[in-house]
């Protein structure tokens, strides 16, 4: 199970500021586990049960295999809280399996549109165009092309049996899919993209990849069971929660999230849209950022060390080594002054060096470990559900809508403007 | 060439204030271009002639044609400073070309080493193993995994002929190639790593890669030229290190470089890195964040608009397509509610984005946009020194030195010890 630690030498917070506002938002915490009534309609996420239980992972499964038999290129059209789940534990997990998940959808650079399109020449494609509002520039425009793509390379007929929608009944995406004749599946009224990763959405393009999602939502289930029962005092989300609170009071306005391995930028940046869009409005939220280390620490970490002091770090700590996370430093034959790692693994210096950088910068700002015991499908799923369930509590105590995103529609009605529609 | 545009609805500045600062900063433009003697062993990169003038790009080519003769794969061994800068370009440009570039020392992941050595199964490999003081545990671990394995594969002759490094004359890395039989190329050793883009370190895999440098040399020049003669009213680098300088005082603590094409990715690390370790010290500096546009409009463009205000924008807009810059979005052939789109390419759809995008912003928060006429070697050049030379300014304003970075000391020195270093 996950586990939460704070390390800070600056003492940041008094002594018993925490466990104070940890007692005073035992109510907020009774609130959010029975599930507020104003947000009814985007909290099917809260029980796992209801759109990743045993029977949906059944359909999504036999889905999975029929398109795992046939494609080797499965197009996943779709951006944001339709993409980012998927692609996180993809790209963490590197499932090996005889279909390959492409993105489209996520950008409007022909540039990458075009490489898509070199990727996909003699392979056998079929594509899922996931859109909650079948209204967004990037998935519209994408699912557009691969369309006539699809057409021209196997006629109209062929097509339409490789093309599924994931889509909001009623919507117009799903009248398209009615008079096409293509393949559609609901996308879960009652959730907000940001907050699908237990859901088909990202459930059928994880399955097709080879991914075991009954391990991914046995994870969730079991985060679930631990955050809505435990005692508030042994709540790490609601903790979690709490801490950020506290250290955006104490002006510490961003929190960066870092991790080790790098197979993990992709969960950062599921992390960064949950975050971003849940917490930042009413001039409130904090800026989440991402260290991908080491690498980073060659390009941040003097920042993080000395610079302006406005951020606090939370750090994901994967304990135990995987298969491939194993590989042994030899080379003892030549003097080249590394004489010092002769025979220790990667894993193990890896390991001393988020050691070592926890306890420099813990000495000038406050450090969250947040840590797991290995890096597979059922931690993945632990990690959706904690950090969903602690947003909705982190935008609780700043007293903003967690489920909404009116922000984003500044730049949308100026742009449907210039675009005449 | 490059052109700064300043779009602030907000009125972050009083009038008079910019040009106020401007003129008081003419001194430290000419103290800047001048060269201050107390950074004379970190200026290398001021006079562009003096490590990528044309003598020293013949070498860089010569050594890049033998070795694309001959490799398919080119491991860059190297972090940081040692690999940004290249990476952003190939990243950028994408060039074809026999000779593949892939990196490594860059992380300390057994898992992502893996994957690298899967890459090279069947191919003819080469190493450039890069480290200004080859004291670093990533390239250091990596050369010595590489090393190894080259020998296993070729034996221990023709290994020491696919073995190149990048590094100090004199150092540990030096005395290493002289007693195996490795090639040599010195470090420029009146530059930091973080400003050596336009040296043998970077041009050498650019070259191999096949982008041409002679282009982005020539660009930097151009850039070069405009910077250290141009009267101090025109001065784009002072102009934006003037004006970084001012929204950091207004409270503005982090800068947003943003860009709608996806590829300008590599392009964010360097300047990250460039900024980050440059002024992050003394609790000063601008925390660096990106952008990618327009993806993370899907995920950070809330905060942006209507989070905690701590944020200023910086737009990097290329205005002319390339030749894979261009894709038609036909389709009209259903009603799926993107019918405006029909007809038009995706460079204009993304240009509208960007359009939008900055208006939308620039309500709320100062936007600048730096603009470059096309994405190639050139322009690529000219971003590189107008950066570098800002950077200087700017940590000059702040009154930091620009060239050191005492604060990555304080993780070593504890990993060290705990590897009994």
Redesign the interface.
């Known amino acids: 199970m996950l586990q939460l630690f704070v390390k800070d030498e600056t003492n940041a917070l008094s002594a018993g500021q925490l466990e104070k506002a940890l007692a005073d938002a035992v109510p907020l915490l009774d609130a959010c586990r029975a599930g507020h009534a104003q947000y009814a309609d985007s909290l099917g996420w809260l029980r796992v049960e209801e759109w990743a239980g045993e029977q949906k992972r059944a359909e999504i499964k036999a889905l999975a295999q029929s398109i795992r038999r046939k494609a080797d290129a499965f197009v996943l059209i779709g ?3 339709s993409n ?1 789940a998927a692609r996180a534990v993809l790209r963490a997990l590197d499932p090996a399996g005889p279909t390959q998940v492409l993105w489209a959808g ?9 490489r898509l399109l070199e990727q996909l020449e003699g392979r056998q494609v079929y594509i899922d165009c996931v859109a909650k509002n ?5 998935p ?2 994408a ?3 691969l ?2 793509y699809l057409k021209k390379r196997y006629g109209e007929e062929e097509a339409a049996r490789r093309i599924l929608c994931t889509g909001t009944p009623g919507s ?2 799903d009248a ?1 899919c009615s ?2 004749g293509y393949a559609f599946l609901p996308f879960p009224p009652n959730i907000g993209g940001r907050f699908t990763a237990l859901s088909g959405v990202h459930l059928l393009p994880m399955a097709v990849a080879g991914v075991d999602i009954d391990e991914l939502a046995r994870g969730a289930a079991a985060m679930e069971q631990q955050l809505r029962t435990q005692p508030a005092g042994e709540n790490i989300a609601l903790r979690y929660a709490v801490l950020r609170w506290l250290y955006g009071r104490k002006g510490y ?2 929190e960066m999230l870092s991790a ?4 993990l930028a992709g969960f950062f ?1 599921w992390w ?2 949950l975050f ?2 849940s ?11 991402t260290g991908e280390y ?18 606090f770090e939370t750090f994901l700590d994967v304990k135990e ?2 298969a ?4 042994v ?3 003892t034959d ?5 004489g ?2 002769g025979g ?4 193990q ?2 390991r ?2 988020f ?3 926890r ?3 813990s ?1 000038v700002l406050p450090c969250l470990t947040l840590a797991m015991d290995r890096l597979d499908a059922f931690h993945m799923g632990q990690l959706f559900y904690f950090f969903a369930f602690a947003c909705y509590l982190s935008a609780e105590l700043l007293g903003v809508n967690p489920f909404d ?4 529609e ?3 009605q ?2 449907f403007r ?4």
């Open positions: 951006v944001g809280g980012n996520n950008t409007l650079s022909a540039w990458e549109f075009n079948f209204e967004t520039l990037e519209g425009s699912f557009r092309v369309r006539q117009q995406l398209l008079r096409e306005k961003a080790f391995e790098p197979r940046q960064q849209q971003a869009e917490e930042g409005k009413q001039g409130k939220g904090l800026l989440p950022v080491s690498e980073q620490l060659h390009s941040l970490g003097q920042f993080v060390q000395e610079g302006t002091p406005l951020l080594p995987g491939k996370d194993s590989l430093i030899g080379g030549v003097a080249d002054g590394f010092y790692l220790k693994d990667f894993w210096v890896n001393a060096s050691e070592a950088t306890a420099a910068h000495q995103q009116p922000g984003v500044a730049y949308k100026r742009m210039a675009l005449g529609r």
